[in-house]
């Protein structure tokens, strides 16, 4: 029987190296099998504390943007102030001028009797405007004020944030080719809301509502429409505010009004009247005063 051939060389076993290897993976697949049901216990058992701040934070972030709002808002309001304040003295110059022109010799004045009536009227008007002007400069500074004190009661937790409002229509619904243009009423003040890109704000006063050039112009661009409608959202404190803007629509305009109730101090979402939502184009910059204007009585020169 032939002998087995002697092997030249020791044979190497792989056997020890691959126990070790295999032990090496079955700990491995333990140890992620054990931070798997770790990680899911801790999942499912989050402490409420800590799901209520990270609610908070998120609620954190929206209140700052509204209160970047706010600052544009301020921002704007005493743009307005330094408008006001330079009409102002736009019209007292033309008083000035006026009285010069009334003041001229009692013969003049006898020979020009009509001319000098339509000067006297044209005074008191200008003498009008310039106190309504002033009430409305006066007006803007409270409204500004009441401003930063709403931008300083606004920094507050976030818990406390109010939410939205969400404005829905009311009754029946409407015709398709019905314009809807919205006004805000509260606080003792009138909000036109984005009738020409973007919101104005006026005091509710009877001579303001009366007097302001932005808030007539909106009124007569709407009454050019039969089919518009003035949606008057009216605040807890919005009561007389609407009054006194409804009022004036309706009687010295002939323009449809309604009235819609809101309830706390949320910010208005008009989202879903976004189809009937009318526009009109921005107000005309106001026309500096010139006592040479054709409508302007100048005295005859003396003989």
């Known amino acids: 029987m032939a002998k087995r051939r002697e092997s030249e060389g020791g044979e190497v076993s792989l056997f020890p190296f691959l126990s070790i290897l295999a032990c090496l993976i079955g700990a491995l697949v333990f140890m992620i099998v054990v931070l798997v049901m770790a990680q899911m216990n801790k999942a499912k058992g989050r402490d409420p504390e800590e799901i209520r701040r990270s609610q908070d934070y998120i609620k954190l972030r929206k209140e700052i943007e509204?209160?970047?709002?706010?600052?544009?808002?301020?921002?704007e309001k005493l743009a307005a102030l330094e408008e006001l304040q330079k009409q102002v003295n736009e019209k007292q110059q033309q008083f000035i001028k006026l009285r010069k022109l009334l003041n001229t010799s009692k013969?003049?004045?006898?020979?020009?009797?009509?001319?000098?009536?339509?000067?006297?009227?044209?005074?008191?008007?200008?003498?009008?405007?310039?106190?309504?002007?002033?009430?409305?400069?006066?007006?803007?500074?409270?409204?500004?004020?009441?401003?930063?004190?709403?931008?300083?009661?606004?920094?507050?937790?976030?818990?406390?944030?109010?939410?939205p409002v969400v404005v829905q229509?009311?009754?029946?619904?409407?015709?398709?080719?019905?314009k809807v243009?919205?006004?805000?009423?509260?606080?003792?003040?009138?909000?036109?809301?984005?009738?020409?890109?973007?919101?104005?704000?006026?005091?509710?006063?009877?001579?303001?509502?009366?007097?302001?050039?932005?808030?007539?112009?909106?009124?007569?661009?709407?009454?050019?429409?039969?089919?518009?409608?003035?949606?008057?959202?009216?605040?807890?404190?919005?009561?007389?505010?609407?009054?006194?803007?409804?009022?004036?629509?309706?009687?010295d305009y002939n323009i449809r009004v309604g009235k819609l109730p809101i309830p706390g101090r949320g910010v208005l979402d008009l989202a879903l009247f976004e189809k009937f939502r009318g526009t009109i184009p921005p107000p005309p910059p106001p026309a500096p005063a010139d006592p040479a204007a054709p409508g302007a009585a100048t005295p005859p020169p003396a003989k």
């Open 181 to 251: 243009y919205f006004v805000e009423a509260g606080g003792g003040a009138l909000k036109v809301l984005g009738a020409w890109g973007e919101e104005y704000r006026l005091s509710a006063t009877p001579e303001v509502v009366v007097a302001d050039a932005k808030f007539n112009y909106f009124l007569a661009e709407i009454a050019k429409n039969p089919k518009s409608l003035i949606l008057f959202l009216v605040r807890d404190d919005g009561a007389g505010a609407f009054n006194n803007g409804a009022g004036r629509a309706e009687s």
């Open 66 to 75: 509204e209160r970047k709002e706010l600052d544009v808002i301020l921002k």
């Open 169 to 178: 229509p009311s009754g029946s619904g409407m015709a398709e080719d019905t």
């Open 107 to 163: 013969d003049i004045q006898e020979a020009n009797l009509k001319i000098s009536q339509q000067m006297q009227k044209e005074l008191d008007d200008l003498l009008t405007e310039i106190e309504g002007l002033k009430f409305q400069q006066a007006e803007s500074k409270k409204a500004i004020a009441e401003l930063m004190a709403e931008i300083k009661k606004r920094h507050v937790p976030e818990d406390k944030k109010i939410p």
